[in-house]
C-alpha cells in the first residue's frame, strides 16, 4: 500500500484488509472424485464459502501410495498437484476460489477424498 506524504492510516483501514481464517469440521464439505486418471474437475464450495474469491484449505486423502492429487482456482491451468507418499495418508494444499465460489480438484487413478478445512475471509 502507498502512503501519499501526510495520509494516515486508520486502524479501520487495517482491519479490512486482514483476514480471518474460519475453520471447519472435516465432513463439512468433502468431495470424492472418481477413479480414471488426471482429470481437472470443477468443485462448487459456495455453500460454505460464498460466492465470492477467497484462499481456502483443502485436505487431500488418498488410500494408494503415489496417488496424485491437486487443488486449483478455477479456470487455472497451472498444473498444482502434489503426489501423496503414505498409503492411507493425506496432505494439505491452498488455493484460491473463483468469484463463484469454485475450485478446480484432480482426480486420480483411484478415487481421491477432499475436504474443506477452512478458508481466509474478511468477515
Known amino acids: 500500500?502507498?502512503?501519499a506524504t501526510g495520509q494516515q492510516i486508520l486502524a479501520a483501514d487495517v482491519l479490512a484488509i486482514r483476514n480471518?481464517?474460519?475453520e471447519l469440521?472435516?465432513?463439512?464439505?468433502?468431495?470424492v472424485t472418481a477413479a480414471g486418471g488426471a482429470n481437472w474437475g470443477d468443485w462448487?464450495?459456495?455453500a460454505v464459502v460464498g460466492a465470492k474469491v477467497v484462499a481456502v484449505e483443502v485436505r487431500f486423502w488418498s488410500n494408494a501410495n503415489g496417488q496424485l492429487g491437486g487443488v486449483r482456482q478455477n479456470g487455472?491451468?497451472?498444473?498444482?498437484?502434489?503426489v501423496n507418499k503414505g498409503a492411507p495418508g493425506s496432505l494439505?494444499?491452498?488455493c484460491y476460489t473463483d468469484a463463484a465460489g469454485i475450485i478446480e480438484v484432480l482426480d486420480?487413478?483411484?478415487a481421491n477424498q477432499?475436504?474443506?478445512?477452512?478458508?481466509?475471509?474478511?468477515?
Request: hydrophobic share 45%; proline share 0%; no cysteine.
Open 25 to 31: 469440521a472435516n465432513a463439512v464439505l468433502t468431495k
Open 44 to 46: 462448487d464450495i459456495s
Open 114 to 123: 477432499y475436504n474443506v478445512m477452512g478458508y481466509w475471509a474478511n468477515t
Open 1 to 3: 500500500m502507498a502512503i
Open 20 to 22: 480471518i481464517f474460519h
Open 76 to 82: 487455472s491451468a497451472v498444473e498444482h498437484s502434489q
Open 92 to 94: 494439505t494444499m491452498t
Open 108 to 110: 486420480g487413478a483411484q
